[in-house]
């Protein structure tokens, strides 16, 4: 039994080793057996440098800047991607018209920065940066997280090149034998198409437990670019999906109801983290570290 787990967004300043301690300690922190941890021989998928690299055009990894900064003169597509998410965060977050553009005026007025990174020349430009300062003013956490997400998910989706060398990189982890599987934001989505792959090859793997947390799998925007959204039927045991209803990754969908059958939800999670999203909000969650407990 090996358990496996594939991080999300932002991860670049980690390498695999402190990723993996990172995961572990709050694990073990919040109640996990270390022993039972240790025997399980804990293993992290680690592709946030590479993906830095592949989505930002740059030769190292390097911390993440400012998001808002980091869309200045995307492509025409990679911002048609940006907006369609921001339409789903703004019906989550019950953002009215009036309010939206209310907003804009104000980033407008104040020579917000996203003003300068997203033309207001269109309806689509306005309604983006009025979304983005309303979740400024909610928390500035979460206009930044949602962002990140949205730049690295259309570079692992649709960029040339970076799904493949994504894909190259975590699916060696994905070896015979049985697996417990736990999956953060991006990695989620990852995590299932590794899963469609081997289903698709025929693979002995068996993955006892698929845990995702904070997954965009039920996000339209991510959706649409997934190949036959289904639960694969191939070696998977039980798939538990956690999420925080205000989560501006996963925007609270229900992956039953959005993604496939086969799932069980768990929308009771309260991701006390400033941005609702974060790793360590969801794996100090007791109902979490039971379900992994209980699979090793």
């Known amino acids: 039994m090996t358990l496996l787990f594939i991080h999300g967004i932002g991860q670049q300043a980690y390498d695999e080793p402190r990723l993996l301690a990172k995961w572990s300690k709050i694990l073990v922190d919040h109640g996990l057996d270390p022993a039972k941890l240790a025997a399980a021989q804990p293993a992290m998928a680690f592709y946030g440098d590479l993906l830095h690299q592949l989505s930002e055009n740059v030769a190292v990894a390097q911390p993440m800047s400012a998001s808002v900064s980091g869309i200045a003169g995307v492509g025409e597509d990679e911002l048609e991607f940006i907006q369609a998410g921001l339409a789903e965060t703004a019906d989550q977050r019950g953002f009215t018209t009036p309010e939206i553009e209310a907003a804009a005026q104000r980033a407008e ?10 033309p207001m020349s269109t309806g689509l430009g306005r309604f983006a940066v009025g979304v983005l300062r309303l979740l400024d003013e909610q928390a500035p956490p979460l206009r930044d997280t949602a962002l990140r997400f949205l730049k690295q998910a259309y570079a692992y989706l649709m960029k040339p090149g970076v799904r493949p060398a994504i894909d190259a990189r975590v699916r060696p982890k994905f070896a015979s034998g049985e697996l417990v599987l736990v999956t953060h934001s991006l990695g989620t989505v990852i995590a299932y198409h590794m899963l469609r792959e081997l289903e698709k090859a025929g693979s002995d793997l068996q993955v006892r437990l698929l845990i995702t947390m904070g997954s965009p799998l039920g996000v339209k925007a991510v959706k649409r670019y997934v190949d036959l ?27 039953t109801a959005e993604f496939a059958a086969g799932i069980v939800d768990n929308g009771t999670i309260n991701n006390q983290t400033d941005n609702a999203h974060s790793i360590e909000g969801y794996l100090n969650q007791a109902v979490i570290r039971d379900a992994i407990a209980a699979a090793l």
């Open 109 to 118: 007025a104040s020579l917000d920065p996203v003003v300068t990174a997203i």
């Open 229 to 255: 959204p289904h639960r694969p039927s191939c070696n998977l045991g039980q798939w538990l999906n956690f999420y925080d209803r205000g989560d501006p990754v996963s925007l609270g969908k229900s992956l």
